[in-house]
Antibody, heavy 117, light 108 residues
Framework: EVQLVESGGGLVQPGGSLRLSCAASSFTFSSYWMSWVRQAPGKGLEWVANIKQDGSEKSYVDSVKGRFTISRDNAKNSLYLQMNSLRAEDTAVYYC??????????WGQGTLVTVSS | DIQMTQSPSTLSASVRDRVTITCRASQSISSWLAWYQQKPGKAPKLLIYRASTLESGVPSRFSGDGSGTEFTLTISSLQPDDFATYYCQQYDTFPMYTFGQGTKLEIK
């Protein structure tokens, strides 16, 4: 069965950095676009970033452009999100999701990022 | 940017009720719309894609309709497991996306 397992969340001070990871298994990781989606406490879903199969195309929501970087290592079946200059409003559960054609068919369980002093 | 607006924000209903959730796009998205179900503390689950195609394994009481700017998700006979929050998502602008704000389906 397809599995996506996020890790790397935690408490970080404003202005700090964090790197999230997503380990994928039971599918051909290199064949799929992958995404990060976040959900602030008690709020709705917000798409954050996308990356093409070979990493050649990346897209971001405006609010994270220049601060977050999505990347992948197909040899390790892993997706990453490097988050810099973190703000309180980045506090959320971060999910990685597999993109089937254009929508999300599998999601991980999420990892919580808390930005607070 | 395409905005997605769901209504209502909260819906109270009873088991065996028929319920409909509406999702409106700020501009035409053809049929590039998906619906997700999310339960507290869990990841979202894909229910419907391309506005009306049921994901494998999803009960047939769920159905989607619409095109252009107006879409609906209907549950024909509510079951206890269906009380959750539902989100629409447009992917007309792939690889960028927008979600609706969510509709919480509560037990009356």
């Amino acid at each position: 069965e397809v599995q996506l397992v996020e890790s790397g969340g935690g408490l970080v001070q404003p202005g700090g950095s964090l790197r999230l990871s997503c380990a994928a298994s039971s599918f051909t990781f290199s064949s799929y676009w992958m995404s990060w989606v976040r959900q602030a406490p008690g709020k709705g879903l917000e798409w954050v970033a996308n990356i093409k199969q070979d990493g050649s195309e990346k897209s971001y929501v405006d609010s994270v452009k220049g601060r977050f970087t999505i990347s992948r290592d197909n040899a390790k079946n892993s997706l990453y999100l490097q988050m810099n200059s973190l703000r309180a409003e980045d506090t959320a559960v971060y999910y990685c999701a597999r993109v089937r054609t254009e929508y999300f068919d599998y999601w991980g369980q999420g990892t919580l990022v808390t930005v607070s002093s | 940017d395409i905005q997605m607006t769901q209504s209502p924000s909260t819906l109270s209903a009873s088991v065996r009720d028929r319920v409909t959730i509406t999702c409106r796009a700020s501009q035409s998205i053809s049929s590039w719309l998906a619906w997700y179900q999310q339960k507290p503390g869990k990841a979202p689950k894909l229910l419907i894609y391309r506005a009306s195609t049921l994901e494998s394994g999803v009960p047939s009481r769920f159905s989607g309709d619409g095109s252009g700017t107006e879409f609906t998700l209907t549950i024909s006979s509510l079951q206890p497991d269906d009380f959750a929050t539902y989100y629409c998502q447009q992917y007309d602008t792939f690889p960028m996306y927008t979600f609706g704000q969510g509709t919480k389906l509560e037990i009356k």
